[in-house]
Structures are given as C-alpha cells and as structure tokens.
C-alpha cells in the first residue's frame, strides 16, 4: 500500500493575518477564525495486504473541535475495506465496513465512534483489509475535514442534507427537555425515571411536528444520541439546541453543538456579550425563553433580567411557552411573553417570535406537562434542513400557533403603492402614504384577524376584523413616522388567541426614495 497526504486550507494563515490587520487600519471590526483543514489520503492495496490492518497516519492540529472522514475504495473482486480511527492516546472508533463517512467531535459522534476531546498529534486511520483477491490491487482515499473551535458547523449537525427538499412551512417545537437535564417520565413498571431521549421524539413524530430541538440546561451530553436518534427519525429534523441557564434569565441557543459559557455574571461570561460572541462564532443564533415568566424562588432565574447592550444579536423571544400556557390558560396571561417582545420591537429591535412547548414529560399527562408540540412554531423555509430552518427564523416569516384547528396558518403582506412587503421584512412608505394590510388566512371558519401595530410613540394598537369565511382579510391604515411595526394575530369565535403572526416592519422615505 503507498498512502499519500496532502492538506488543503481555505486561506492561509497569513492571509487571515493581512485581512485582520488591513480592516483594524480602516477602523473596521473583524472575528477572525481559523480557516478548516482539509486533508487527503490516498493509498494502493494488494493481496499483501489481505487479512491485515493497515493504519494511515495523518495529524490533527491543536484546537480542532470536529473531525470527518470521507472514505472510498475500489471494491472490484470483492475487495472489502474496513475502517476505523486511532487517536494519540487511543481508539476511537470502529465502523468495519457499514460506513464511508464518520464524525467526531467533543460533543458527538457518529455511532460506533467515541465523542470526546479531539488531541493534537498523530492520529491513524485504521484500514482492516478481509479479503482482497490474489493478482487485485485497489485504491483507496479518504477526505478528513478539521474543524476548528469556534468556527461555525458544516451544514446540518446530525442529518446529512435536507430531510425535505422543497420551500414551505415547516412546523416545529423549539423548547423540550429529557432526562439528560430535568425531564422525567414513568418507567415501564410505572416509576418516575429521567426521560430517555427517543420518547421526546416519538412525540414530536406523534404530533405530526417537522422539526424539534432538544434544549437541555447547559448541556451537551444529548447530542451523540441524537445523532443517532436522527438516523432511525429521517422524517424528523432534530436540531442541536441548548437552554442556557443564569441567574439573570434562560435562553435556548440552536445550531451550536460545543461548550458554551453560561455562568452569566462570572468571569467566564461577565456579559450577555461574551455568551452571544461564542453562540455567533459558530453560526448560532440565541432566543430569551419565557421573559414574563416571575424570577425569585417560585422560579429561579426564570424571567430575564439581564442587561441587552444590543439588541441586534438577539435573533428571536420566545413569546408563548407551553408551561406558561398551562398555568394561565392564555397567551395574554401574567406570564406572557408579548408584552417584552413588544417593547423590544417598539425599540426598533427586529427579533422573531417564537414559541415553545417546555415540555419536561413526552407522556404530558402527569403534572399536566404541555404536550410535545403546543405551542409550535412554524417557519417558512427554502427546505427542510438545519441550516434554512435557521435561516427561516433569522428572517422571520414566522408565527405561532397556539392550539388553532389542524391547518391553520396566517400569513401577512403590507403594501404602500406598488411596494410590498411580508412577514420580517422592512416596507419602506412616503410620509403620509397609506398602508393596505392583507392577511392571507387559514383554518379557522370564524372568529377574527387582528392587525397590530405599534412603536415608540404609544401602546401597541388592535383592530379587529371578522374572518367569516374569508381567505384574506384587509384592512388600511395611515402610516405615520411613529409607526414602527405591524402584525397579524387570530383569534377564535371565543375570542382566544390562536396564531401570532410576526411584524412586517416600517421606514419612512423621502419622494426620492432616500430614507429621511
């Protein structure tokens, strides 16, 4: 066998080096990561080689956070190569012959493979050769991909490619916990257990649900079995997410997989600045979870009383909570997550609303837990895969669905003369110009869509109008500069909230079309 290796970067060190200093010279900020590693392996077996192990060296630099391997072999006359992985200190990991790619990281693993700190230094590729034929030779490659701490992940986390192919509306719950943090269930026998995670799942599934986040509190030690998990719930997108718990108020992180800092108020992470420059580092984005909730001993830490220097990085508020829900019985309740929400977009700030079920029991028949799935978020997407479910909740053609009848859904364009605009975008509208709002409406035969609008100047305003049958709903409203924000809510025949609808939000612009 004649192995060779070759290392490909994405840019060299030095060139990140002249671009950090050429952008500090203009005066601009830069967060420079390491650009990833791609190494290629390539070799020749023979009959030499049959009933061997052959082991490939390559090296992993310092600070590589996640490590995968891409093989490949020529598997003419029944030629058969095994393989697995050796680290400096020891294995890692063996797949024989039913995988041609794995992943390895601090956080997770490919099943057969061992998650855990991934050390500097010589690693092995381990090839196992069962039977390759007398006068047969072979060739062979492997692509091993290096990805440093900090950078942001490759694609989807557990699922390679898109569970569903197609844009649409993809419903899902973004706030559930097992017995890797504090969620329980009953045991076969009928004991109180910590909750394994394929229960949680089997709900989601259950529920009709596209896609679910696992949130545990601060937590990483779910995600080797979720990626597991993944395989077997192909219909199902599970994305990585966390509940970062502090004494100043939680929040859930999505698309992060390593270790963040959560001590919010310690050294490790003395602002909210620190916790989001790590979640941004890797191409997460960070929601508040239930800010109305009370914080004290009924509930520790749970409202959010933390400082938001900017809020701009805050991608989205979590303005309906299943357990929240559960104690009030509406979403206009004590506990509700509209009122905070509203005053950050009355600040200009443009995060999404979002929903989550907080369900701590996939059974949510003891203590009268929130069913997996109630509330759901649903979000447009470009297609059914981690990275447009982020991206879909990064640009918000979003709403929340509290319980509505099966199918239901609320959709919101606002129009100024020609100009439109949907859901998380900006309409840009002259002084004095009216607004025509249209809401495209599903599901409920009755009850009414109501148009809210708000900004700085005064509470947020409601006008209601009856469905009665419709598809759309329209109404016109007079923009005036201190109009900031509109949105689209339904309601039922009882008067219940049963869909928040996200902002369409609102600039004003000279007769030339410049802003003023």
């Known amino acids: 066998m ?109 099943s057969a493979y061992i998650p855990g700190f991934l050390p500097p230094g010589e690693w092995r590729l381990i090839l196992g050769v069962p039977n390759i034929r007398k006068g047969a030779s072979a060739s062979w490659s492997a692509r091993v991909r290096l990805d440093p701490r900090g950078a942001p992940s490759p694609g989807s986390v557990f699922h390679e490619g898109a569970v ?100 919010l108020g310690s050294a490790r992470a003395p602002t909210l600045d620190a916790v989001l420059d790590a979640v941004e580092a890797e191409g997460g984005l960070l929601s508040i979870n239930h800010p109305g909730m009370p914080s004290g001993e009924a509930c520790m830490g749970c409202g959010w009383t933390a400082p938001i220097p900017d809020c701009r990085r805050i991608t989205a508020v979590e303005i309906a909570n299943g357990g929240g829900l559960r104690l009030t019985g509406s979403a206009e309740g004590p506990l509700s997550g509209l009122p905070f929400w509203e005053s950050l977009l009355d600040r200009g700030c443009r995060v999404t609303g979002i929903a989550g079920s907080d369900n701590h029991d996939p059974d949510s028949r003891n203590g009268g837990q929130p069913p997996v799935g109630r509330p759901a978020t649903v979000i447009y997407a470009a297609e059914l895969s981690q990275p447009a479910i ?14 509505a009848p099966a199918g239901a859904s609320i959709d919101l364009k606002v129009a100024s003369g020609k100009v439109r605009a949907g859901m998380g975008e900006t309409l840009r509208a002259r002084p004095a110009a009216r607004l025509r709002l249209t809401a495209k409406v599903s599901g409920p035969p009755d009850g009414t869509v109501e148009f809210v609008s708000g900004g700085p100047s005064g509470p947020a305003t409601r006008a209601p109008v009856p469905i009665r049958g419709l598809s759309e709903v329209t109404m016109e409203l007079p923009w005036t500069p201190g109009l900031k924000w509109v949105r689209a809510d339904v309601r039922g025949a009882d008067g219940k909230l049963q869909l928040i609808g996200n902002p369409v939000y609102l600039e004003g612009r000279n007769p030339k079309g410049r802003r003023p």
């Open 390 to 403: 982020l991206e879909g909740l990064r640009r918000g053609r979003v709403f929340v669905d509290l319980g």
């Open 164 to 263: 569903r192919t197609g844009p649409g509306w993809y419903r899902g719950d973004l706030h559930t916990h097992s017995g890797h943090s504090d969620g329980s269930c009953d045991s076969l026998s009928g004991r109180r257990v910590l909750c394994p995670v394929f229960r949680t799942l089997e709900a989601a599934r259950a529920a009709g649900l596209d896609f679910i986040a696992l949130t545990e509190h601060n937590s990483t030690s779910v995600y080797p079995e979720l990626r597991a998990l993944q395989a077997y719930y192909d219909t199902l997108l599970v994305l990585p997410g966390r509940e970062i718990t502090t004494f100043q108020g939680h929040a859930n992180v999505f698309g992060v997989t390593s270790p963040l800092p959560f001590q």
């Open 2 to 110: 004649i192995p060779r290796q070759t290392e490909r970067r994405r840019l060299r060190p030095r060139t990140w080096a002249f671009l950090a200093g050429l952008l500090c010279l203009l005066g601009l900020s830069f967060r420079a990561h390491a650009a990833p590693v791609e190494i290629e392996l390539r070799g020749v077996i023979t009959h030499a080689d049959h009933e061997t192990y052959v082991e490939v060296p390559f090296s992993v630099p310092e600070n590589t956070e996640r490590l995968t391997v891409t093989f490949a072999y020529d598997r003419a006359n029944r030629t058969v190569i095994d393989l697995g992985i050796r680290d400096p200190n020891g294995f890692r990991g063996w797949s024989g012959g039913n995988r041609s790619t794995f992943t390895l990281a601090s956080s997770d693993a490919t």
